[in-house]
């Protein structure tokens, strides 16, 4: 019996990792990590994206930044300093931001008129009053951007991918050992 033990263990620490890991892997959409067994979608086919220290985007379905740092549109009156949150329903999304004075911004998707490449409704962004972004703020699901947020998700997801191995490893082994000890008896 304490044979098995080994087995159950390493069997449930594995199923326990994998979990942990598809759980992480699914957080980890907001904060523009990839997502490898997610089915999340925004409206539009847009993506979240931290593309390096200090790049939060949104990009489309053809992999264009529609928005983020440095970004100005035809329809404001600024350039975006930092992204600090987005929210998103089923038909748009709304941005959080500042400016070069560091007042906080609003952004709101709407359709421009032309199709993409692949035939859906081209989108950009203007501005949104804060009167406004009161009465609808509670119709999104909101996403803050936080580095060490995203850093942590990255990071446990990473170390469930690691513990599932070598569960998976360890348990392998313990089989093979259990075989080879039955194939001699």
Known sequence: MKKYI???LFS??????VLFYLKYDSKGYEYGLDCNF?????????KPHDGS???FTLKDEDDFELVGIGFSYKQNSFKIKDFV???????????????SLNNIKYL?????????????PEISFKDLSNRDFERVKDKYKWFEVDKEK??????NKFLSMIGAL????????KLFKLRKANATH
């Open 38 to 46: 997610c089915n999340k979608k925004m409206p539009y086919n847009l």
């Open 150 to 155: 995203g850093y942590a998700i990255d990071r």
């Open 6 to 8: 080994w087995i159950i």
């Open 85 to 99: 949150a987005y929210g998103y329903n089923d038909t748009s999304v709304v941005v959080k931001c500042t400016d």
């Open 12 to 17: 449930i620490s594995f199923i326990l990792c």
């Open 108 to 120: 709101i998707s709407y359709e421009t008129g032309y199709k993409s490449k692949k035939g859906n």
């Open 53 to 55: 220290q200090f790049s």
């Open 166 to 173: 070598l569960s998976l490893s360890m348990l392998l082994i």
